[in-house]
């Protein structure tokens, strides 16, 4: 049987992140000088690099402002996460799916926009972390939707493209998917719309991870 690789996105997918992500963003934004955003405009830009959702949020404001900007977001994160604030719970069924993806031989992987220490804390809060094969961040690869780091889990995997499947709630990781020429599975229980993962070319969209061990395992 060849080697397949199932990656995942992290927050919105693996993880419900938007508390802390949203927090962190309003205290970022308030101690720049730029128009604090609205929840849901918060929810719609995470998966991006922090550089690239801040313009996506700020476009008019200045280089300096956003750059100051980004600095808060990371201590403010950071803080919230040894203060034992941040509240970043698997969604339901999560931890069961990659334990029975592993037992069918799947590799697994990460592509995400958070940092590589924020990633390892998350995983490891969760005693996930060693399910993983390959993790890949936003501190060494362009922002979603470049296909950058998919590029370099597959490699660090060693498995095709065409043995390889994406998984994600956002359009980026959809359009990033198709970029790194890997199967896109959207998921419905995260941060964009069912809609919007189908109108941006997903294979498929899953309602729930039973769903996805379903499609998955054969």
Known sequence: MSRRLAVFDCDGTLVDGQ??????????CGAAGIAVPSRQAIRRIVGLSLPQAMFHLAPDTTPDQRSYAVEVYKDAYRTSRTEGRLYEPLFAGIADLLHDLRAEGWLLGVATGKSDRGL?????QHRIEHLFTTLQTADHHPSKPDPAMLVA?????????RDAVMIGDTSFDITMAHAAGVRAVGVAWGYHSVA??????ADTVVREPGELKGLLVE
Do not use: F, N, R, Y
């Open 19 to 28: 508390a802390g992500i949203c927090e962190a963003m309003e205290t970022a």
């Open 120 to 124: 390892k804390a998350c995983l490891k």
């Open 153 to 161: 889990a597959l490699a660090e995997a060693d498995v095709e493209p």
């Open 196 to 201: 919007e993962l189908t109108a941006e070319g």
